[in-house]
């Protein structure tokens, strides 16, 4: 008995003493810097990428059959009040000749309430079919199955519902499934926890950073573009490749296998079927096909709510997260000053009220600022188009991907650190086949050429630096001033709002999945509405806490946490003794 005691003892001091260096150790702020730029290099002992699941892996494979709903799918419409549902009923068709479903012969319905197994109110949605068809000798064409949308409207904020979806005259129906509505926004309420995750795929890479993300218990997910990677492989299937142009050189056209969004679907229903997901596209998603389409499965099977946040496409729209007002924005659709996209943002930003959304936060697929070699300034096209308006108004955070690794910038301006610009955070690690990224532009030999990086959409407008340690270069020497931290890793990031003047952004590697408490960077960012608003109405705002005594309470409830739960969990065996 008296050993169990000792040991028992020695583990609880031990712990203790862990817990006491880690609460003692604070997580710094953008309000402490900026620091030293921080590099980690890619670990040798880790792999740089992995291979695409097969098909028949038990997590892509249909599980239904007839009519049931699968690969179902949550979506936030623009407030609290209304949330979409999609999902896919019948089966795919793939070959040389394919005929498409009529959508209209099976319903969209979708049943719900506050109460478990009881559904007294139903909403009617649309149902669409897309197809991939490809005019040359040879490729397989594709055409999906039935995607349905419903938006339930009348929900009540903060509320759990339970819901099934399907066609109730077919008895058809999905099992119960449940989702929660978001605050109304308000400068006290967010949501819980923001899941940001960039160029997934379907790797073992992937599943491993979806896994880890599900641990950390979202209540939302930012996508923010290259979904599935489909276009890695050519129309009759095979194996995926790393680098598509390598493997299929002779390629008529950008091949997709679309079966890959249909198992793709079916891999993520069991989190975005009740945690939202928010996707913008990526260039992954262009798809190219007979007579000049482009994007359509990212078009047929996402539910966004562009029409409802008064823009003209899918490809760019925005909404509300209690107080939280977020811009997604296409790097794939016309960005410059004279088209609809523009026109639309600056409508939507003058609409913000930052007394009532405090945060603002853009996200869009290929990043602004980046040094790594990989699509070094490939989009300074669209950065010296929109850049300038996005700091007017005061954009806090803004989130991409692209370049296969993860990189956080401080606060910056057209290239110079500037304590109202905006947090960069580049979240490209999702797991995709193409691998890690690991050369950066200032390497010896790694800065790529002015002619490099050409973009899939838009013109090329590389330029040299004007000022600064790097004038009169195109890269720089050293590691950037405004990049602040940059690893070379998978994962996901977890964005937690404290109150309406900061916020907990954590990046967490795939290989700490394992490793409790553990993670990458951690950072507060912190925005200044006295020094930096946009409007008398932004400094009417005051937190309901103040600041300092949030974070503190913070760091309290996690040390309780961490102490109170391993003695309950070491101690409780002793009461039976």
């Not at 026109?343 to 869009?364: F, H, I, M, N």
């Not at 608003?533 to 949030?550: E, G, W, Y």
């Amino acid at each position: 008995m008296m050993k169990k005691i000792n040991k028992i003892c020695v583990a609880l001091g031990f712990h203790f003493f862990l817990v006491i260096v880690a609460a003692t150790k604070p997580i710094p702020s953008t309000l402490d810097g900026p620091f030293k730029p921080v590099t980690h290099r890619f670990d040798p002992s880790l792999r740089k990428g992995s291979d695409d699941l097969p098909m028949d892996h038990p997590r892509l494979k249909r599980n239904v059959t007839s009519f049931f709903p699968e690969q179902i799918a949550l979506a936030l419409s623009t407030d609290s009040s209304s949330m979409w549902v999609s999902w896919v009923t019948g089966e795919a068709q793939l070959g040389l000749n394919v005929t498409p479903h009529d959508p209209k012969i099976v319903a969209s319905e979708v049943w719900y309430r506050k109460e478990s197994g009881k559904y007294s109110m139903k909403q009617n949605g649309v149902s669409v079919v897309y197809s991939q068809l490809y005019p040359f000798e040879g490729l397989w064409n594709y055409t999906s199955g039935i995607i349905h949308h419903v938006k339930i409207d009348g929900l009540e904020p903060e509320t759990k519902y339970y819901y099934r979806c399907g066609d109730s005259s077919l008895a058809a129906m999905s099992e119960e499934l449940e989702f929660e509505t978001f605050p109304l926004p308000s400068p006290n309420k967010y949501p819980r926890r923001i899941a940001v995750v960039g160029d997934l795929g379907l790797t073992s890479n992937t599943s491993t950073t979806i896994d880890h993300l599900i641990m950390n218990d979202p209540s939302m997910i930012l996508m923010v573009g290259d979904i599935t990677y489909a276009n890695q492989y050519l129309t009759t299937g095979g194996t995926g490749a790393s680098c598509y142009s390598c493997q299929f050189p002779d390629a008529p056209i950008r091949e997709t296998f679309q079966p890959r969004w249909d198992g793709w679907g079916r891999f993520m229903e069991p989190l975005i079927s009740r945690v939202p997901m928010m996707v913008i596209e990526g260039n992954h998603e262009i798809e190219p096909q007979a007579a000049g389409l482009t994007f359509q499965s990212y078009l047929a099977r996402f539910s966004v709510p562009s029409k409802e946040s008064g823009s003209n496409s899918n490809l760019y729209y925005s909404f509300d997260a209690g107080g939280v007002h977020f811009i997604m924005l296409g790097a794939y659709v016309d960005y410059n000053q004279t088209s609809a996209q523009y026109s639309w943002l600056q409508d939507d930003l003058e609409k913000v009220d930052r007394g009532v959304t405090p945060w603002l936060v853009a996200a869009w697929h290929a990043p602004w600022y980046n040094s790594y070699s990989s699509h070094y300034q490939e989009f300074e096209c669209m950065r010296q188009e929109m850049e300038e308006t996005l700091y007017t108004y005061r954009v806090d955070i803004v989130f991409s991907g692209h370049v296969h690794a993860y990189e956080r910038m401080h606060r910056v301006f057209n290239y110079t650190l500037n304590p109202c610009g905006p947090v960069y955070i580049t979240v490209g690690d999702g797991g995709n086949i193409e691998k890690v990224d690991v050369d950066h532009a200032d390497d010896p030999g790694k800065c790529p050429s002015p002619g490099d990086n050409i973009p899939e959409f838009g013109g090329v407008c590389h330029v040299n630096f004007t000022s600064g340690p790097a004038k009169g270069k195109f890269c720089w020497n050293r590691q950037p001033e405004w990049s602040a931290y940059r690893e070379s890793s998978f994962g996901h990031g977890i964005l937690e709002m404290v109150n309406s003047t900061h916020a907990l952004w954590t990046w967490h590697r795939n290989q700490d999945i394992y490793r409790e408490n553990s993670h990458g960077d951690q950072i507060y960012i912190v925005r200044q509405p006295q020094s930096c608003s946009v409007a008398s109405k932004d400094r009417r705002l005051s937190p309901s806490i103040p600041p300092v005594l949030d974070i503190a309470a913070a760091r309290v409830s996690s040390f309780l946490y961490y102490i109170i739960l391993p003695v309950v969990i070491l101690v409780g065996p002793l009461s039976n003794h």
